[in-house]
């Protein structure tokens, strides 16, 4: 027994002893070269650069880790305060111009100075956003009467909503909201929240291509899935190509219009009668992402036509769809499908309402180092097929345009990052082979510095037929440019 | 019976002897597991406040600000593959980084499930759209928010990705060159890390091109001891050919902030975690 305590205590003493002497042999090491603590506050850097060994920065020696000058307490600017204060935002001015003449609209496509205001506050276990864009607008002078609900005149809500959380596990956002999900790239297919083609089509900032919604939004989430509920009480319209701003397609008139026929459209008015239901279902496998959707509501654009009233409406429709999105070779691949149910026609036989539809939408991106560094590359491949085509060919008034019964389109995204991510050139094109049409978006915007952006564009429409959904859009091609300053 | 037994001590004091001067001299595996484990992986989870200084030849800078979490997987309890000498577990991380400056990406969020054995996961929140972006992972080498550093910089490149072999040990460091293993999918030849011997900090890191100059120079240009882990709270990444250079000042820096995983997800992409990211 002795011999084993002997031993034990003579090897406790060889590890211990050895350890602990060079642990404090360590601490006892001289301090480094003279000098290094006060040659630490600029040292220029030698270009080149000599192979010696580092010194040490502060804090690793033993004496001077504190005799860094410690910053004076900080004064802050009037910016900084205002961001204290939770508040941000930017102005702005856009102007453009359409490349060809359109006999029905003004020659100018954009033309705004915008300043937005944000306000976001954590209270307590309350959330608060406020987010409202105050505009002069030359090109639509609709600025005395705002509508809210349609974002017309000098002040639009973009957010005003609260957030909480009654439970652990769940979420409330209520008021006005951007909501948006689904994997498409500047292509939606169970995304039914609104949207304002109006905006992007003549080369507004892309945040103004989601409309907002005034909604309320409950998510709960758990291992098995994570559920999406969003409740409008009164449908929400997108911000649709009226005539205003963009020459279109009346179907009425048989030809390309726009100041001269202005779209009377009649918003669904019955609260909670005419209330929109929005479901999400969604899971991670792994690194997959998948969801299903619901919908239950109205075309976001009046896309039928009541005679008797001779108005636009907007048809019900509910849609149900899935999709899944994840890494695929080097870059990530998605997939998405809904069936479009247009409740007011499921036969098809109504040639004023949209026949019921499938949408399919596949799609890639990825970077391409082989070619360039940060140059990212999209396709994708979405097809709307019309369910009761027969029907639909049928009942159509005579001389109208037919549409095929599969609407194919391709889009190409191309991004380039250059001068440090300060400037990036890109393009966005969608093209129908089946319309034979096609838009393209060119677009390059450069960060002056840490506030200024300076951005010019184009929207280009190209197509044969008038009637065709790119096509129609022909004489508004435009370009654009913009200044401006965040805050 | 004695004698026997001042045989087993001398025996023991032998061996014993041996394996103190073997932790006294860590091979290059262990430095480079520890001094990765120290940069990367140190305490359970982690905030910390960030600002980054982007100055190019003429002096003009750039800001960023943001709040980085970390959470890192926990060690598997039983798992073959880790043999158990492996002190310095480094697994999956997830990263949420939360964006103050500037302007034009205030309250944007990115997201990082960072693995070990195939692409990073990415998702980029941009709140003005509500949208959940997905990012490809595979390029890993490429600008962070246009700064001098890489993404790799910020979450660790790894340790398998290169042959580490110890050129010197001085007073203060430990001196690795280490090589890739794949020579093509970098674009650094080689490059040499300093790493610190009493915190294993890695000090400098210096890249070399094909013509064996440095062309990237990383430095610790301050540290610190915070809840007792050895941290670096300002450093700097210089490309040696332009002169640009970026300072990361790493402001208030918490470790074991007890952030559960749940953070780390599409969730509090679109709701930030506002608990987790201020103080």
Same mark, same amino acid.
């Not at chain 2, 998702?123 to 550093?149: C, H, M, Q």
């Given at each position: ?8 205590? !003579? ?165 006005? %909201? ?13 995304? %039914? ?5 109006? !905006?992007?089509?003549?080369?507004? /900032? ?134 479009? /149910? ?86 966005? !094109? ?58 | ?87 310095? #577990?480094?697994?999956?991380?997830? #990263? ?18 960072? &693995? ?33 550093? #890489? ?44 790493? &610190? ?66 953070? #780390? ?15």
């Amino acid at each position: 027994m002795r011999t084993i305590t002997t031993i034990f205590m !003579a090897v406790l003493t060889l590890i211990v002893v050895p350890g602990f002497t060079q642990t404090l042999h360590a601490s006892e090491e001289p301090a480094l070269p003279a000098g290094l603590g006060e040659s630490q506050t600029t040292p220029p850097l030698p270009a080149g650069l000599e192979i010696g060994e580092p010194e040490l920065p502060p804090g690793l020696e033993t004496e001077p880790a504190e005799s860094q000058p410690q910053k004076t307490a900080e004064k802050k600017t009037f910016q900084e305060q205002v961001k204290d204060a939770g508040i941000s935002g930017f102005l702005e001015t856009r102007g453009g111009v359409r490349t060809q003449n359109d006999p029905h609209e003004k020659q100018a496509s954009i033309g705004e100075a915008r300043l937005q205001l944000e306000w976001q506050k954590d209270i307590d276990w309350l959330r608060i956003k406020f987010t409202g864009d105050f505009l002069y607008d030359q090109v639509d002078n609709h600025l005395s009467d705002i509508d809210l609900r349609r974002g017309r005149g000098w002040f639009d809500f973009r957010e005003a909503w609260v957030g909480f959380s009654p439970l652990k596990w769940v979420d409330v956002k209520m008021g006005r %909201q951007i909501l948006t999900w689904g994997t498409g790239d500047l292509l939606f297919v169970n995304d %039914q929240f609104p949207k304002d083609w109006q !905006a992007f089509f003549t080369g507004r /900032d892309l945040e103004y291509l989601k409309a907002p919604a005034d909604a309320v939004k409950i998510s709960a989430f758990s291992k098995l899935v994570d559920v999406d509920l969003v409740f409008s009480p009164l449908m929400n319209p997108g911000r649709f190509v009226s005539g205003r701003r963009l020459s279109y397609f009346n179907r009425n008139l048989g030809r390309l219009a726009g100041r001269d026929a202005i779209t009377q459209d009649d918003l669904p008015s019955e609260w909670f009668s005419d209330a929109e239901y929005a479901a999400r279902l969604s899971r991670k496998f792994g690194s997959y992402e998948l969801a299903a959707y619901g919908f239950w509501g109205f075309y976001k654009n009046p896309e039928g036509f009541d005679m008797a009233k001779n108005k636009a409406f907007y048809p019900r429709l509910n849609t149900y769809g899935g999709s899944i999105r994840g890494p695929f070779w080097r870059g990530i691949a998605n997939f998405e499908g809904a069936y479009y /149910d247009s409740q007011q026609d499921r036969s098809g036989k109504d040639p004023l309402i949209p026949n019921s539809q499938v949408r399919l939408l596949w799609g890639y991106e990825m970077d391409l180092p082989q070619v360039a560094r940060e140059l990212t590359v999209g396709v994708q491949y979405y097809v709307e097929i019309m369910m009761n085509h027969e029907e639909y060919i049928r009942t159509l008034p005579p001389g109208a345009a037919a549409g095929d019964e599969a609407r194919h389109v391709i889009t190409l995204r191309v991004t380039k990052q250059l001068l440090n991510q300060n400037l990036a050139v890109g393009f966005f !094109a969608y093209y129908s082979p089946t319309d034979n049409d096609a838009y393209i978006r060119p677009n390059i915007k450069y960060k002056i510095d840490d506030h200024w952006t300076v951005e010019v564009g184009g929207n280009v429409f190209i197509g044969q037929q008038p009637s065709t959904f790119f096509g129609q859009f022909r004489r508004n091609s435009n370009v654009y440019a913009s200044l401006r300053y965040a805050f | 019976m004695k004698t026997k037994s001042l045989i087993i001590v001398t025996l023991c004091a032998g061996i014993f002897a041996l394996c103190a001067q073997a932790a006294d001299k860590p091979t290059v595996g262990q430095i480079v597991e520890k001094a990765n484990f120290t940069a990367y992986y140190q305490g359970a989870n982690g905030r910390a406040r960030v600002k980054m200084n982007i100055v190019d030849s003429q002096g003009r800078t750039r800001q960023r600000e943001m709040t980085i979490l970390r959470w890192d997987a926990p060690k598997p309890k039983q798992d073959e593959n880790i043999p158990k000498n492996k002190e310095y #577990f480094a697994g999956e991380q997830k #990263f949420y980084v939360f964006f103050h400056k500037p302007a034009d990406v205030d309250k944007m969020a990115f997201l990082v499930w960072k &693995h070990l054995d195939k692409d990073d996961d990415r998702w980029l929140y941009l709140p003005n759209l509500d949208l959940v972006k997905r990012i490809a992972g595979s390029e890993k080498r490429t600008s962070f928010v246009g700064s001098d550093f #890489f993404y790799e910089d910020i979450s660790g490149r790894n340790i398998a990705y290169d042959k580490h072999e110890l050129a010197e040990t001085t007073k203060n460091y430990y001196i690795l060159k280490s090589t890739p293993k794949e020579p093509k999918s970098v674009n650094f030849n080689y490059y040499k890390t300093w790493i &610190h011997r009493k915190t294993f900090l890695v000090i400098k890191t210096e890249y070399y091109d094909q013509a064996g100059r440095a062309y990237r120079k990383y430095e610790a240009k301050a540290v610190k001891q915070i809840q007792g882990y050895w941290t670096v709270t300002k450093s700097r990444m210089t490309n040696l050919r332009t002169n640009r250079y970026t300072d990361v000042i790493y402001s208030t820096v918490k470790y074991d902030t007890g952030i559960p995983e749940s953070v #780390f997800s599409e969730r509090y992409l679109r709701r930030p975690p506002t608990k987790y990211l201020e103080n």
